[in-house]
């Protein structure tokens, strides 16, 4: 699996690889340290869903930020689990983001950043920007966008988005987590 790592702030570190958890730090985020603001750390973007033009939460780089369905507002169930921690990285912040153009909450959970109670990650299938490739995988990881309902206490609600033909990754590259 190639080894990506992004640079949200010197409070954001995201890092996706097959050898990192959801809490791997790196040195660029510390030269990086004051260049950014909490206010940067995610924006809206547009990307294609199921064949439509779509705005999107990303991170600054550009990359889709996406919400799973097992999460609750106070738990991360893929940040509990190994396999899925490496596949899908926990956007982190020290700070809770302020995005003038998104109308929903955002929160942090043990420095996570959820948005309406969706813990947020970036997919280790998506190469570069704008690409959706976790959309509807499994049935339970979608693109979070800025009109995402707010999370229940016991569970997240789930999309009534199909699963995206742009997603290329089949569920048994999961290691059935």
């Not at 603001?37 to 990303?58: C, F, R, W």
């Not at 109670?117 to 959309?135: A, F, I």
Request: glycine share 10%; charged share 10%; proline share 3%.
């Amino acid at each position: 699996m190639k080894k990506f790592a992004w640079v949200f702030t010197s409070t954001l570190v995201a890092v996706v690889s097959a050898g990192c958890g959801s809490t791997g730090t790196s040195a660029a985020a510390s030269a990086h340290a004051g260049k950014t603001s909490a206010s940067s750390i995610i924006k809206v973007g547009t990307a294609t869903i199921s064949g439509h033009k779509t705005q999107v939460l990303e991170n600054n780089k550009g990359y889709t930020l996406y919400y799973y369905t097992k999460d609750t507002p106070t738990h991360s169930a893929c940040d509990a689990n190994e396999t899925c921690a490496k596949i899908w990285s926990a956007a982190k912040a020290h700070k809770v983001p302020v995005v003038a153009s998104v109308h929903g909450k955002f929160s942090l959970l043990k420095g996570q950043i959820e948005y309406e109670g969706h813990p947020l990650y970036t997919y280790s299938g998506d190469s570069g920007p704008g690409q959706t490739h976790g959309e509807g995988l499994l049935g339970e990881w979608w693109v979070a966008t800025p009109s995402l309902k707010a999370a229940s206490s016991s569970q997240s609600s789930s999309s009534s988005s199909a699963s995206s033909s742009s997603s290329s990754s089949s569920s048994s590259s999961y290691g059935g987590y």
